[in-house]
């Protein structure tokens, strides 16, 4: 799960130009660079060491992630590739009773032929007890646990396996739940609510785009 990106704040930063001239050099706010001038600004000139940009196109956007739709409460999240054959998967952001941000949960179709017609990464804090595992059950249903599969610096990670008969409760759900259980509480469980809204339509169209072996 990624984590926010804190930036250095702008008193920091001229604290850091302040104290040290190279950078200041280095980043054009030397006092004996050319002065910006109306003859300059109008030619768009690139010669002050300002960045005169990149016009986006997809081929400078391969690797990058967008989303495609979104049905209800899923998004439709795909990747950028060469060939235009880009990856799609469901995404869901799954928040606590008091609208803390906890996990992320990223399903995928798997092609037709074996047992699990579907999988998901599901990514949880690192102060998550891993030996409780995770449960998932659909309308207060049956749960069913799965292991951990690693951890690293942005959280730990299950990967999960859904046969027909899962996604065919998912469908007819209206809301599932996922348990987990922190370290600093091991008697406690924390559910997560799986809003089900729109995912049948999502995951539809999940199974239209992916590939299928020939």
């Given amino acids: 799960m990624s984590n926010p990106i804190k930036s250095l704040s702008v008193l920091t930063i001229v604290a850091l130009l302040a104290s040290n001239p190279t950078i200041a050099q280095e980043t054009g706010t030397a006092t004996d660079e050319p002065a910006v001038t109306e003859e300059t600004q109008s030619s768009g000139s690139g010669e002050l060491g300002l960045n005169l940009g990149q016009e986006v196109t997809p081929e400078n956007q391969i690797g990058q992630s967008y989303t495609a739709s979104t049905h209800g409460d899923w998004?439709?999240?795909?990747?950028?590739?060469?060939?235009?054959?880009?990856?799609?998967?469901?995404?869901?952001?799954?928040?606590?009773?008091?609208?803390?941000?906890?996990?992320?949960?990223?399903?995928?179709?798997?092609?037709?032929?074996?047992?699990?017609?579907?999988?998901?990464?599901?990514?949880?804090?690192?102060?998550?007890?891993?030996?409780?595992?995770?449960?998932?059950?659909?309308?207060?249903?049956?749960?069913?646990?799965?292991?951990?599969?690693?951890?690293s610096a942005g959280g730990c990670y299950a990967r999960v396996g859904f046969s027909a008969a899962d996604i065919a409760t998912f469908k007819r759900g209206a809301s599932g739940t996922m348990t987990i259980v922190p370290v600093g509480a091991p008697d406690v469980k924390v559910p997560l609510t799986i809003s089900l809204s729109g995912f049948t339509t999502a995951f539809d169209e999940i199974v239209a785009l992916t590939p299928r072996s020939e």
């Fill in 75 to 151: 998004e439709i999240r795909c990747v950028r590739t060469k060939d235009g054959n880009d990856p799609c998967q469901l995404y869901q952001l799954l928040k606590d009773s008091n609208g803390n941000s906890v996990s992320e949960f990223s399903m995928f179709a798997l092609p037709p032929g074996q047992e699990a017609v579907a999988g998901a990464t599901i990514a949880v804090p690192l102060e998550t007890l891993l030996t409780q595992q995770l449960t998932i059950s659909v309308d207060n249903g049956q749960a069913r646990r799965y292991p951990f599969t690693w951890c």
